[in-house]
Nanobody, 126 residues
Framework: VQLQASGGGLVQAGDSLRLSCAAS????????MGWFRQAPGKEREFVAA????????VYADSVKGRFTISRDNVRNIMYLQMNSLKPEDTAVYFC????????????????????WGQGTLVTVSS
């Protein structure tokens, strides 16, 4: 599977933004998928993940209640709806896929993911 993230941009605090991750390849629904982010000078961190059948999601505490992850297995696209954005959400956001998480809750650890897309920059001004 190959992944391509898009949708980043410059917004103000309190605004919303939706990221997309287009997946190509066969049986994309077999993969659990996730979003990670990396701020300048910081390590990559987990944001959210969703199982292959889309019924099992998990979020980092820092985004719970503000971000929503979803996926469309017909169009092979994963989304991250980000509301009430804060300056501390500024980072490069990456999408990733992990095989074998159709029903199981996908992992939080980045080393569990097999495939990564390029990042998309989200900048939130105060």
């Amino acid at each position: 599977v190959q992944l391509q993230a898009s949708g980043g941009g410059l917004v103000q605090a309190g605004d919303s933004l939706r990221l997309s991750c287009a997946a190509s390849g066969r049986t994309v629904s077999r993969y659990g998928m996730g979003w990670f982010r990396q701020a300048p000078g910081k390590e990559r961190e987990f944001v959210a993940a969703i199982s292959g059948y889309a019924g099992n999601t998990v979020y980092a505490d820092s985004v719970k209640g503000r971000f929503t992850i979803s996926r469309d297995n017909v169009r092979n696209i994963m989304y991250l709806q980000m509301n009430s954005l804060k300056p501390e959400d500024t980072a490069v956001y990456f999408c990733a896929a992990a095989v074998g998480y159709y029903y199981r809750q996908p992992p939080r650890g980045s080393n569990e993911y097999d495939t990564w897309g390029q990042g998309t920059l989200v900048t939130v001004s105060s």
